[in-house]
């Protein structure tokens, strides 16, 4: 195919332009792409056969059989590898093997035939499969030329795939050449099986060779062709740069090995062809010592790295540990960051790259940008949170300074300035020291703002009802003839129950009830003004706080009577607050999916607008960890900000993390595991940021993250710690093991933690007038 004018300039320049010119400019194109990040996949290698028909002349993977005690590894032996890789935090099962061994060996047929299997492909099916079920690894397989009935095949048992381009010079099959007598390196046909994976669809690594006897102009004809397929299918994860090293017992052990100037050369060709949307890759284990000037030419991703199996490829070669490489990361300003076998932007579109059976895995294996899971902390578990007082995030990154960009979000967040989606969107992006950059200004924030006192209030949690008509995804409260609940059965308090409750609490010290439960069809907002009348009946002085916007707004619907009116008489009835629940995330694609019937992001924010305006306060919540992402969490504060700047009427922001354990969309495998650590933290750190100037209390559930997690939070922008909450029950239906109360000895642990005095508030943030 002749070039166009454009790729013909473009050749040209990359042809006579110094390296560092090109270094610079591929730099300038990666970093168009904002975050400051380089990425690796922690994997385990798996060469299911060594057998190959090929006869490369560099290789020393491919072994014949007589050096190889079996043909293939059992099915037992490939779980254990990939069991060993899951236990020591891999998220990766890389499968290599050689290209058709039973066209050529007979102990490859006969080891197919033992095992019960008629081709490698088969074999390969089952062993993948087998591994994604019983480990949770995610298969990445390199299986060589493969083709279109072959990526059907597979594409349910693996996330992505790869093959090496290598070159696209015909030049190198001939006589002398290194890939002589190997038919699968024809170019012609690993660009077919290139572009079979594109129909089908399939994440894809591909790659060049570069040192193998190619000129610097077959090396940018064949990043040319990898772009044009990308161009067609747009299925290129990434682009391998891999420099040819030379290996004894090998036809090639005398050949040069291709000089620094060349890798970085090809490395700033690649990421100037393939622009800043293709990750460009070179192996750290084959160049140590080089990482500063790779990252300098565009580089941004690492490829997998192995705590466990050796780089079976170039086994002369060891795996750089990952804690060194972050240090050399950091060094080069960038931080070192963990992603699967398939990058984001393939993970976060489902619907088009990924299998049915694959999403489930790759879900609880992705955190909210969908890179990799940090650690192994889930909102709701038994045991200690990461993060402490001293260190919010759980880990000390190795110091990057700052980009102006997170300077400057951060600059207009301590000003009160309302920082936008995009601002907001980034200080949620933030990693390593730029995260702790963005929590430490929260906490500074939070000293200036609310001192050094951590409130809280005593109450008691009142769930009149666990039966719902509505259909929310997540909710496993809800009891309906469709959702059986794990915990509880169906109930529907009495009225003398809920005013049994509301004494129990005021002789216990509490000043507030909070009143909430699912819309029980039999409910009319009747039901409601007669459930305050029975708390304020049983005792008069207790604070209502009570009524989801969800159950305001069916209450009215049911009276027939304007919202407005509705929430009037309940005020007049003794209400003295709202709950903001029922707000998950404030954003209708995602209400779509979670919460379909339930009131959507516009309906919501008139109850809250209208309650405010009739003088009843609300708190503001977010649901998060789910399904979501962190554009959708800056939309969600971004309308709570400017909501409250037109009523004030909010008291508190509270992140609620997503407890997955029993959740009816986890379950189905539709959802992540709740948000992670540093996600946790982040959101309430950036909420302390962009809200300022609005709302002025950020508070932790210690219900959702436990006491100790709370108590990291208060270095995280946090001030206030909600309440004691006598009988929460909705987090304990959906998995979480922090219990159902909390004493006032608990709190004060978690404060003094923080170096912190606690001191007890009324729901609506004055000072606790004492009784005579």
């Given at each position: 195919?002749?070039?166009?004018?454009?790729?013909?300039?473009?050749?040209?320049?990359?042809?006579?332009?110094?390296?560092?010119?090109?270094?610079?400019?591929?730099?300038?194109?990666?970093?168009?792409?904002?975050?400051?990040?380089?990425?690796?996949?922690?994997?385990?290698?798996?060469?299911?056969?060594?057998?190959?028909?090929?006869?490369?002349?560099?290789?020393?993977?491919?072994?014949?059989?007589?050096?190889?005690?079996?043909?293939?590894?059992?099915?037992?032996?490939?779980?254990?590898?990939?069991?060993?890789?899951?236990?020591?935090?891999?998220?990766?099962?890389?499968?290599?093997?050689?290209?058709?061994?039973?066209?050529?060996?007979?102990?490859?047929?006969?080891?197919?035939?033992?095992l019960g299997f008629a081709s490698t492909?088969?074999?390969?099916?089952?062993?993948?499969?087998?591994?994604?079920?019983?480990?949770?690894?995610?298969?990445?397989?390199?299986?060589?030329?493969?083709?279109?009935?072959?990526?059907?095949?597979?594409?349910?048992?693996?996330?992505?795939?790869?093959?090496?381009?290598?070159?696209?010079?015909?030049?190198?099959?001939?006589?002398?050449?290194?890939?002589?007598?190997?038919?699968?390196?024809?170019?012609?046909?690993?660009?077919?099986?290139?572009?079979?994976?594109?129909?089908?669809?399939?994440?894809?690594?591909?790659?060049?060779?570069?040192?193998?006897?190619?000129?610097?102009?077959?090396?940018?004809?064949?990043?040319?062709?990898?772009?044009?397929?990308?161009?067609?299918?747009?299925?290129?994860?990434?682009?391998?740069?891999?420099?040819?090293?030379?290996?004894?017992?090998?036809?090639?052990?005398?050949?040069?090995?291709?000089?620094?100037?060349?890798?970085?050369?090809?490395?700033?060709?690649?990421?100037?062809?393939?622009?800043?949307?293709?990750?460009?890759?070179?192996?750290?284990?084959?160049?140590?010592?080089?990482?500063?000037?790779?990252?300098?030419?565009?580089?941004?991703?690492?490829?997998?790295?192995?705590?466990?199996?050796?780089?079976?490829?170039?086994?002369?070669?060891?795996?750089?540990?990952?804690?060194?490489?972050?240090?050399?990361?950091?060094?080069?300003?960038?931080?070192?960051?963990?992603?699967?076998?398939?990058?984001?932007?393939?993970?976060?579109?489902?619907?088009?790259?990924?299998?049915?059976?694959?999403?489930?895995?790759?879900?609880?294996?992705?955190?909210?940008?969908?890179l990799g899971r940090e650690g192994g902390?889930?909102?709701?578990?038994?045991?200690?949170?990461?993060?402490?007082?001293?260190?919010?995030?759980?880990?000390?990154?190795?110091?990057?300074?700052?980009?102006?960009?997170?300077?400057?979000?951060?600059?207009?967040?301590?000003?009160?300035?309302?920082?936008?989606?995009?601002?907001?969107?980034?200080?949620?992006?933030?990693?390593?020291?730029?995260?702790?950059?963005?929590?430490?200004?929260?906490?500074?924030?939070?000293?200036?703002?609310?001192?050094?006192?951590?409130?809280?209030?005593?109450?008691?949690?009142?769930?009149?009802?666990?039966?719902?008509?509505?259909?929310?995804?997540?909710?496993?409260?809800?009891?309906?003839?469709?959702?059986?609940?794990?915990?509880?059965?169906?109930?529907?308090?009495?009225?003398?129950?809920?005013?049994?409750?509301?004494?129990?609490?005021?002789?216990?010290?509490?000043?507030?009830?909070?009143?909430?439960?699912?819309?029980?069809?039999?409910?009319?907002?009747?039901?409601?003004?007669?459930?305050?009348?029975?708390?304020?009946?049983?005792?008069?002085?207790?604070?209502?706080?009570?009524?989801?916007?969800?159950?305001?707004?069916?209450?009215?619907?049911?009276?027939?009577?304007?919202?407005?009116?509705?929430?009037?008489?309940?005020?007049?009835?003794?209400?003295?607050?709202?709950?903001?629940?029922?707000?998950?995330?404030?954003?209708?694609?995602?209400?779509?999916?979670?919460?379909?019937?339930?009131?959507?992001?516009?309906?919501?924010?008139?109850?809250?607008?209208?309650?405010?305006?009739?003088?009843?306060?609300?708190?503001?919540?977010?649901?998060?960890?789910?399904?979501?992402?962190?554009?959708?969490?800056?939309?969600?504060?971004?309308?709570?900000?400017?909501?409250?700047?037109?009523?004030?009427?909010?008291?508190?922001?509270v992140p609620l993390p997503f407890v997955?354990?029993?959740?009816?969309?986890?379950?189905?495998?539709?959802?992540?595991?709740?948000?992670?650590?540093?996600?946790?933290?982040?959101?309430?750190?950036?909420?302390?940021?962009?809200?300022?100037?609005?709302?002025?209390?950020?508070?932790?559930?210690?219900?959702?993250?436990?006491?100790?997690?709370?108590?990291?939070?208060?270095?995280?922008?946090?001030?206030?710690?909600?309440?004691?909450?006598?009988?929460?029950?909705?987090?304990?239906?959906?998995?979480?093991?922090?219990?159902?109360?909390?004493?006032?000895?608990?709190?004060?642990?978690?404060?003094?933690?923080?170096?912190?005095?606690?001191?007890?508030?009324?729901?609506?943030?004055?000072?606790?007038?004492?009784?005579?």
């Amino acid at each position: 195919m002749t070039p166009d004018l454009a790729d013909q300039r473009l050749t040209g320049w990359l042809l006579s332009a110094p390296t560092g010119v090109l270094a610079a400019a591929a730099r300038a194109e990666r970093d168009a792409n904002p975050g400051r990040l380089l990425t690796y996949s922690r994997k385990v290698f798996i060469p299911l056969t060594q057998l190959c028909r090929d006869v490369c002349h560099y290789c020393t993977f491919a072994k014949a059989p007589r050096r190889l005690k079996a043909a293939y590894l059992s099915p037992d032996e490939v779980l254990e590898i990939a069991r060993a890789g899951a236990a020591t935090g891999c998220k990766e099962a890389l499968f290599t093997l050689g290209d058709k061994p039973e066209l050529r060996y007979a102990a490859a047929r006969e080891g197919l035939q033992a095992l019960g299997f008629a081709s490698t492909v088969d074999y390969l099916e089952h062993v993948a499969g087998r591994v994604l079920e019983e480990t949770g690894l995610l298969p990445h397989i390199n299986a060589g030329v493969l083709t279109p009935e072959d990526y059907a095949r597979l594409r349910p048992v693996a996330a992505s795939m790869g093959l090496m381009l290598e070159s696209a010079s015909e030049r190198l099959c001939g006589p002398g050449g290194p890939h002589h007598g190997s038919p699968d390196k024809a170019p012609a046909v690993r660009l077919a099986s290139i572009a079979a994976a594109g129909e089908a669809r399939i994440p894809f690594t591909t790659g060049v060779l570069i040192g193998i006897g190619e000129t610097r102009e077959e090396r940018l004809e064949s990043l040319f062709a990898i772009r044009d397929l990308h161009r067609r299918y747009g299925h290129i994860q990434e682009v391998i740069v891999q420099n040819f090293r030379a290996k004894p017992d090998t036809r090639m052990a005398q050949a040069p090995e291709p000089p620094e100037d060349e890798l970085i050369w090809t490395l700033a060709a690649a990421r100037l062809i393939m622009g800043e949307s293709v990750g460009v890759q070179a192996p750290p284990n084959l160049n140590p010592g080089r990482t500063a000037a790779m990252i300098a030419a565009g580089l941004d991703d690492w490829g997998g790295i192995s705590p466990v199996t050796i780089d079976h490829v170039n086994p002369e070669a060891p795996w750089p540990e990952i804690e060194a490489l972050a240090a050399e990361c950091a060094a080069a300003g960038r931080t070192l960051t963990e992603r699967l076998t398939i990058y984001p932007a393939f993970a976060n579109d489902p619907g088009r790259w990924l299998d049915p059976k694959l999403r489930r895995a790759v879900l609880r294996l992705s955190d909210s940008h969908g890179l990799g899971r940090e650690g192994g902390w889930s909102p709701g578990q038994a045991g200690a949170a990461p993060g402490t007082p001293e260190s919010p995030l759980g880990v000390v990154a190795p110091a990057i300074l700052a980009s102006h960009g997170l300077e400057r979000a951060l600059g207009k967040a301590l000003s009160g300035q309302e920082l936008g989606v995009e601002g907001i969107e980034a200080l949620f992006s933030a990693r390593g020291a730029a995260a702790q950059a963005v929590v430490l200004a929260a906490d500074e924030l939070r000293r200036s703002v609310n001192g050094d006192t951590v409130t809280y209030v005593v109450n008691r949690n009142i769930n009149y009802t666990n039966i719902c008509t509505f259909s929310c995804s997540f909710c496993a409260f809800s009891k309906t003839s469709t959702k059986a609940g794990t915990r509880d059965k169906p109930y529907d308090l009495p009225l003398e129950e809920v005013a049994q409750r509301t004494r129990e609490a005021w002789a216990k010290g509490a000043t507030e009830v909070c009143l909430q439960g699912g819309i029980h069809p039999r409910y009319t907002g009747q039901t409601y003004l007669d459930i305050l009348a029975a708390v304020k009946a049983a005792q008069p002085a207790m604070h209502v706080h009570a009524f989801s916007p969800l159950e305001v707004s069916q209450g009215a619907a049911t009276l027939g009577i304007p919202l407005k009116d509705f929430l009037q008489r309940l005020k007049d009835q003794g209400l003295g607050s709202l709950p903001g629940t029922a707000a998950e995330i404030l954003d209708d694609e995602i209400r779509d999916l979670i919460c379909p019937d339930k009131v959507d992001t516009a309906e919501w924010l008139n109850v809250v607008r209208t309650a405010h305006e009739v003088g009843l306060p609300t708190t503001a919540t977010i649901m998060f960890g789910h399904l979501e992402a962190p554009r959708h969490w800056a939309r969600h504060i971004q309308a709570i900000r400017r909501l409250q700047l037109d009523t004030g009427g909010f008291t508190e922001f509270v992140p609620l993390p997503f407890v997955h354990m029993q959740s009816p969309v986890y379950v189905k495998g539709q959802a992540r595991k709740g948000p992670t650590w540093r996600e946790a933290v982040l959101m309430h750190a950036v909420s302390r940021l962009a809200l300022h100037g609005a709302v002025g209390s950020i508070q932790a559930s210690w219900v959702k993250l436990g006491v100790e997690g709370a108590a990291a939070c208060l270095a995280a922008g946090v001030n206030d710690l909600g309440g004691v909450l006598m009988n929460e029950s909705i987090s304990r239906a959906a998995g979480a093991a922090h219990g159902q109360e909390m004493s006032v000895a608990g709190l004060q642990h978690a404060a003094a933690a923080a170096g912190r005095t606690l001191k007890q508030r009324t729901t609506l943030y004055k000072e606790l007038e004492l009784a005579d």
